[in-house]
């Protein structure tokens, strides 16, 4: 049985700004550096097999205080989805010139944002991620950190959960460094605090 421990980043510069990140973005804000350090606390507790990472700056701020001198493996496939031009827009911005679109997505419709992927885009690499930890056994790994972003964790808790593409909206927004947890395709855990609220 493998256990998958998804942690959101800490808060970044652009949450803070109310800007869409998708693949780009800024690294944490002082809050979110205070949400990582809570995190990395609160982890203290868990036995880790293996730890799997975004690459983006977020992320990997997020993990620092947690990591030490633990190997973590770098997976493009956890990154946030990509929401091409909307990334450093406010969202007062996006809504203002795209009204239409920004309305279809949050009533379900799966529309790429900013000409850039849709949740069944990223639920088919998130997926991918997941069925490569899930079969791997040369290492053995039974409980998998894995440090991610809202995203990834809606669109793995909206495919265990069996909601069709799009409807990842449905689900609570994860908050930032708050635990999904996922266990043998069974969601055991949903937007688990870790410390210092949203």
């Given at each position: ?16 700004e109310d800007r869409y990140q998708g693949q780009q973005g800024t690294g944490l804000s002082a809050r979110g550096r205070d949400q990582a350090k ?67 997505f949050a009533r379900g419709e799966d529309v790429a944002r900013g000409g850039g992927e849709t949740f069944r885009q990223l639920r088919t690499r ?73």
């Amino acid at each position: 049985m493998i256990e998958l421990i998804l942690l959101r980043h800490g808060e970044s510069v652009w949450n803070a700004e109310d800007r869409y990140q998708g693949q780009q973005g800024t690294g944490l804000s002082a809050r979110g550096r205070d949400q990582a350090k809570a995190a990395a606390e609160y982890l203290q507790s868990f036995v880790f097999d293996a730890i799997v990472a975004s690459d983006l700056q977020r992320v990997q701020e997020t993990l620092e205080p947690y990591v030490g001198n633990q190997d973590v493996q770098v997976d493009r496939r956890w990154r946030e989805i990509d929401v091409g031009t909307w990334s450093g827009r406010t969202f007062a911005e996006v809504y203002a010139e795209e009204p239409e679109v920004v309305t279809a997505f949050a009533r379900g419709e799966d529309v790429a944002r900013g000409g850039g992927e849709t949740f069944r885009q990223l639920r088919t690499r998130v997926a991918e991620a997941i069925r490569e930890l899930t079969t791997t056994t040369s290492s053995g790994a039974r409980r998998v950190l894995v440090g991610t972003h809202g995203g990834p964790i809606r669109a793995a808790a909206a495919g265990v959960l069996g909601l069709p593409a799009g409807r990842e909206m449905v689900l609570e927004a994860p908050g930032n460094c708050s635990l999904t947890v996922l266990r043998s395709d069974r969601l055991v855990g949903y937007n688990v605090p870790t410390g210092v609220e949203r």
